[in-house]
């Protein structure tokens, strides 16, 4: 078992910059690849970022290529998003989710764990 928790949402202007963290615990983190979703009102879960369990592969929406950075620190089993130049549409809630080491898409339904997501809003 495994339990995600997010932190770093808030309310900020657009061309803003927020640094969503994520901290795991249980099942050995380090084994596992590590993605952010974001869900906006009334529109399905999509996919944000990648990272693998070893932190040497990372992949983006290309929504958010360029804009988003996402890494982790296995001795802290904490994984980041790093968000600059914000937009409006970036609004949404966002979470984190683990899956094993053998998947690294951007399939929502593959992934086993969740947290209980962070609210970001850029205002315009």
């Known amino acids: 078992q495994v339990q995600l928790v997010e932190s770093g949402g808030g309310l900020v202007q657009a061309g803003g910059s927020l640094r969503l963290s994520c901290a795991g615990s249980g099942r050995t983190f380090s084994n596992l690849n590590m993605g952010w979703f974001r869900q906006a009102p009334g529109k399905e879960r999509e996919f944000v970022a990648v990272?693998?369990?070893?932190?040497?592969?990372?992949y983006y929406a290309d929504s958010v290529k360029g804009r988003f950075t996402i890494s982790r620190d296995n001795a802290k089993n904490t994984v980041y998003l790093q968000m600059n130049s914000l937009k409006p549409e970036d609004t949404a809630v966002y979470y984190c989710a683990a899956v094993g080491a053998l998947y690294s898409g951007s399939d929502p339904t593959r992934y086993d764990y969740w947290g209980q997501g962070t609210q970001v809003t850029v205002s315009s």
């Open positions: 990272i693998t369990w070893s932190g040497f592969s990372t």
